[in-house]
């Protein structure tokens, strides 16, 4: 026998898992809403990171549960504070493509010790280019992938 080995099997079975079919809805905010909106969306929401977008929807930032609890300990009204202060901002996110595996979304997740991805398409801004934020990639995401993957097995 000549064929894959089961190595290899596994290898192709992990990568036909891709992002557009794993990703969750983007929970999005806008640049100029209050860190204290920013907390209630949160909550309503139920999870743990929201995408910052500009005036044209196109990514700003990010803001994780971290960002917003450090923002809360100091002494400034929250209500008075745009979350783009205290977001991490574009150039610096880091991204998902809806064609990427899952596994290449799950190593960026490790690799910058970080809980969520937005899921981007590229748009033209002018001469600049832009994301245009089409879902999610989080921890649960890649968890849900797994389990999949677990049950999909067959020995
Ligand atoms: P938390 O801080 O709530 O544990 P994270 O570990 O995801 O959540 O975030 C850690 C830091 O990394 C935060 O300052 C956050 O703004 C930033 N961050 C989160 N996701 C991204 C991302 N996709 N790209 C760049 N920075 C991110």
Known sequence: Y?????NQLIKEEVSRKIVKDY??????IQESSSVYD???TLFLEDVGTLFVVNSKNHLAGVVSRKDLLRAALGKQNLEDMPVSIIMTRMPNIVVSLPED??????????DYQIDSLPVV???Q???RS?????????KTTITRGF???GNEVSV
């Open 23 to 28: 990703k969750a809805p983007p929970i999005i």
């Open 38 to 40: 920013a907390i209630c």
């Open 125 to 127: 801004d002018g001469s």
């Open 121 to 123: 398409r590229p748009v």
């Open 130 to 138: 832009a994301y245009e934020v089409v879902g999610r990639v989080t």
């Open 101 to 110: 595996s899952l596994l290449d979304a799950a190593k960026k997740l490790i």
């Open 2 to 6: 000549t064929g894959k080995d089961s």
């Open 147 to 149: 389990v999949e993957f």
